[in-house]
């Protein structure tokens, strides 16, 4: 199993090498001269200046690109063009808004996707079935900020039972020492919050989880199909099994594999989705963030919250793997 | 010689197979959801290609005095903001958003099939860098990889194509990849490879057109998705940035301030995003099942 762990991280150091490059030059080629991209036609010379010695435009390619990699390596990743604020202090002052919204995402895809799929799968082409692959095609077709704003205007606007924007109601004052804030609430022992920040998370998670959540519906069904018709579990079935044992021990065993691959790749999707999703209901986190780095073409946010974005994608992978390899015996000795 | 004709019992008839893409055919015009999804797809279409016949209405002119008017026989989807019929909108923008969905999925598939076969085919040092430059794509979630690059690009309609069929290059690639490498020991190839034929025009002729099958539905489902990645970029004001023509992204977000006294002018582009997204998942899904019957359950 180690041996196996220890590939895989050494796997992923060609994959960073040449993430680190392509970002690398996300900037440097940028088209026409960099730092009039960044400041736009009506930058003075003392400030494309500044660009050019902050950049080490002067210096030979390659020393410039390991000047790039050496500040990685050391935890810096440059700062913004717009406030000169160190792009890795803000991505984690945000981040944990992300993460929030994303694990409440995942929570939603998993929790309803997993039992639905089963669900569908134990009565194959019936109308259940039916009804879970609607919602299932429903999921994959209807894009996250077009859902989100069907909610907001069922749920917020008309019906008033959910906020639509932000984590929190600012007027309840919460100190935010972990910037969760549902775990803020929790450790300040107010209720209260507690509830207004779950009510908040409520909308965007959905929004956010859909896609996922119908992936996984999908996945589940198929898998289970699958299992169901092998023939250990008809033996299991022909020598008296519990049909609860069959399932658990026989169908459900089997049938996590594949799930648990694609639960692991939603969660890049999760990652890229919570750009819209943020935008859509005003979160304040890493995806809002980016987008505005985006519309002020501050070029260093967005490519170092893109390289943090992959790291952390490629860190879930290897999770992932590692814990598919554990259930698997086929993949660890291959 | 006379022909006995009594005493042979008739065989069943079974249809003879017609070819795998004719019966894929077959098989797909008579699965329903597979129908509906076509009927999406044709709506939006048809409507793109007579949008001059179906509205009179030109979609980048209003008339400020009619603004923001709901629906009615003279407006049948209402009229925007600058006083724009929605309807004509929404058909001219299925022209747009169609077509930057189709052509990114073709580069996609350009760029993925190029790769996919160098790798599969050529295998070895060749493979091993290829494959190496797939993950570092893959590393990066598909829409933060587009956005990245309309960035970098600059906004405009072929940089939105490049964009997103980039983000779908690595998928593309991985797929014939795979499959190229399931078919180099396949009997036909072994064969092509003992009478001497070369190693091109063993991956041209032999191996790449057994290797489409999976490609081609993966890029039906491909052409939902890209369809909701455009809009998306869209409305992240990464869109074409063309106030001349429209584009179901753009015009959610320039109507999404307006939720609340005009609903209608964000519920026509989004419908018309789902229902064509729901078409090709549909169509992709019918696809895939008759190209390989054994999945149908």
Same mark, same amino acid.
């Given at each position: 199993m180690l041996k196996y762990i220890l590939r895989r991280l050494i796997g992923?150091?060609? &994959?960073?090498?040449? %993430?680190?490059?392509? /970002?690398?030059?996300? !900037?440097?080629? $940028?088209p026409g001269d960099p730092a009039i991209a960044i400041l736009g036609q009506?930058?003075?010379?003392?400030?494309?200046?500044? &660009?050019?010695?902050? %950049?080490?435009?002067? /210096?030979?390619?390659? !020393?410039?690109? $390991?000047?790039?990699?050496g500040g990685l390596l050391q935890g810096d990743f440059g700062a913004s063009f717009i406030?000169?604020?160190? &792009?890795?202090?803000?991505?984690l002052l945000r981040f944990p808004a992300t993460i929030e919204l994303t694990v409440a995402a995942l929570i939603f895809a998993v929790g309803l996707g997993i039992p639905l799929g089963r669900l569908a799968a134990r009565h194959p082409n019936g109308w259940l079935d039916?009804?879970?692959?609607?919602?299932?095609?429903?999921g994959i077709s209807v894009p996250i900020f077009v859902l989100g704003y069907t909610m907001v205007f069922i749920f917020a606007v008309q019906l008033h039972w959910l906020p639509a924007t932000n984590q929190i109601d600012a007027r309840l004052q919460l100190p935010l020492r972990t910037n969760f804030v549902v775990i803020d609430a929790i450790l300040a022992g107010r209720p209260d919050a507690l509830v207004d920040a779950l009510k908040h998370l409520v909308l965007p998670a959905v929004a956010l989880g859909s896609i996922p959540f119908a992936i996984i519906t999908r996945i589940t069904r198929a898998s289970v199909l699958?299992?169901?018709?092998?023939?250990?579990?008809?033996?299991?079935?022909?020598?008296?099994?519990?049909?609860?044992?069959?399932?658990?021990?026989h169908i459900m065993r089997n049938a996590w594999l594949p799930v648990t691959t694609i639960i692991g790749l939603e969660v890049g999707g999760l990652l890229g989705g919570a750009v819209i999703t943020e935008t859509v209901f005003s979160w304040n986190g890493v995806g809002s963030w980016v987008v505005d780095a985006i519309q002020n073409h501050d070029y260093f946010v967005v490519q170092s919250s893109i390289l943090i974005f992959a790291l952390i994608f490629l860190v879930v992978n290897l999770v992932v793997d590692i814990g598919y390899a554990f259930l698997n015996p086929r993949i660890r000795y291959a | 010689?006379?022909?006995?004709?009594?005493?042979?019992?008739?065989?069943?008839?079974?249809?003879?197979?017609?070819?795998?893409?004719?019966?894929?055919?077959?098989?797909?015009?008579?699965?329903?959801?597979?129908?509906v999804g076509l009927v999406c797809i044709l709506i939006f279409v048809v409507g793109a290609l007579l949008a001059p016949v179906l509205s009179s209405y030109d979609p980048s002119v209003g008339k400020l005095v009619d603004r923001m008017k709901p629906p009615s026989p003279a407006h049948l989807m209402g009229t925007d903001l600058l006083g724009r019929d929605e309807f004509a909108r929404v058909l001219y923008g299925a022209r747009l958003s169609l077509q930057l969905g189709t052509i990114s999925v073709v580069f996609g598939l350009f760029f993925g099939i190029v790769i996919g076969a160098a790798a599969g085919g050529l295998g070895g040092k060749v493979d091993a860098l290829l494959m190496r430059i797939v993950d570092v794509l893959l590393a990066i979630p598909g829409i933060l990889l587009a956005i990245g690059i309309v960035a970098w690009l600059g906004r405009?309609?072929?940089?939105?194509?490049?964009?997103?069929?980039?983000?779908?290059?690595?998928?593309?690639?991985?797929?014939?990849?795979?499959?190229?490498?399931?078919?180099?020991?396949?009997?036909?190839?072994?064969?092509?490879?003992?009478?001497?034929?070369s190693r091109l025009r063993l991956l041209v002729r032999h191996m790449l057109p057994n290797a489409l099958t999976p490609l081609i539905v993966q890029a039906t489902l491909a052409l939902a998705t890209a369809i909701i990645d455009v809009a998306g970029l869209g409305f992240l004001g990464l869109g074409p940035g063309d106030p001349r023509v429209a584009e179901w992204g753009e015009m959610l977000t320039d109507s999404a301030r307006f939720?609340?006294?005009?609903?209608?002018?964000?519920?026509?582009?989004?419908?018309?995003?789902?229902?064509?997204?729901?078409?090709?998942?549909?169509?992709?899904?019918?696809?895939?099942?008759?190209?390989?019957?054994?999945?149908?359950r």
């Open positions: 992923a150091i060609p &994959v960073l090498i040449g %993430l680190s490059i392509i /970002l690398f030059l996300f !900037v440097r080629l $940028l009506h930058a003075t010379p003392a400030l494309i200046l500044q &660009v050019h010695q902050s %950049l080490g435009l002067d /210096l030979p390619i390659y !020393v410039q690109y $390991l000047n790039y990699v406030n000169g604020r160190p &792009v890795l202090e803000d991505f039916g009804i879970v692959t609607v919602i299932s095609l429903f699958d299992v169901t018709n092998e023939d250990y579990v008809r033996t299991a079935r022909a020598k008296g099994l519990t049909e609860r044992r069959v399932d658990s021990r | 010689m006379a022909v006995g004709t009594a005493t042979i019992s008739r065989p069943v008839r079974e249809r003879a197979s017609r070819g795998l893409w004719r019966d894929a055919g077959r098989r797909l015009l008579r699965n329903g959801p597979a129908i405009g309609q072929i940089q939105i194509m490049l964009a997103v069929g980039v983000s779908y290059t690595p998928i593309f690639a991985r797929l014939l990849r795979g499959s190229l490498l399931a078919l180099r020991e396949a009997d036909f190839v072994l064969a092509g490879r003992s009478i001497g034929a939720l609340q006294s005009a609903p209608f002018l964000i519920f026509f582009p989004a419908a018309a995003i789902v229902i064509s997204a729901i078409g090709f998942n549909l169509v992709g899904d019918g696809l895939r099942e008759a190209l390989d019957p054994r999945l149908r």
